[in-house]
């Protein structure tokens, strides 16, 4: 069974930082392609960054520069480094699984099969 689980979110100030982890298990993970999404308060599904098997990283354009994608397949563990955060970054924060591992950027987050419940992040002084 795919597990997904998502640790790292709280509250913090702007111009904070935050590091979430996702912790997989249930499958390979080093053979797929894995994505971060959020979700804002009222808002629909947003990409955030994907970083596939072959290490390679996108990220979308509010966050570039400030957001730092990374695995450790060692430990099936997907990390998201926040830096710099802001009110707008406020979400629930999932990681998801592709379907295929030499995916790209926004493409992998449209084959993704399976994501975990989430991890609330609260931007707000």
């Known amino acids: 069974e795919v597990q997904l689980v998502e640790s790292g979110g709280g509250l913090v100030q702007p111009g904070g930082s935050l590091r979430l982890s996702c912790a997989a298990s249930?499958?390979?993970?080093?053979?797929?392609?894995m994505t971060w999404v959020r979700q804002a308060p009222g808002k629909g599904l947003e990409w955030v960054s994907t970083?596939?098997?072959?290490?390679?990283?996108s990220y979308t354009d509010s966050v570039k520069g400030r957001f730092t994608i990374s695995r450790d397949n060692a430990k099936n563990t997907l990390y998201l480094q926040m830096n710099s955060l802001k009110p707008e970054d406020t979400a629930v924060y999932s990681c998801?699984?592709?379907?295929?591992?030499?995916?790209?950027?926004?493409?992998?987050?449209?084959?993704?099969?399976?994501w975990g419940q989430g991890t609330q992040v609260t931007v707000s002084s």
């Open positions: 970083i596939n098997t072959g290490g390679s990283t």
């Open positions: 998801a699984k592709s379907k295929v591992g030499g995916c790209a950027g926004y493409g992998c987050y449209r084959l993704r099969d399976y």
């Open positions: 249930g499958f390979t993970f080093s053979n797929y392609a």
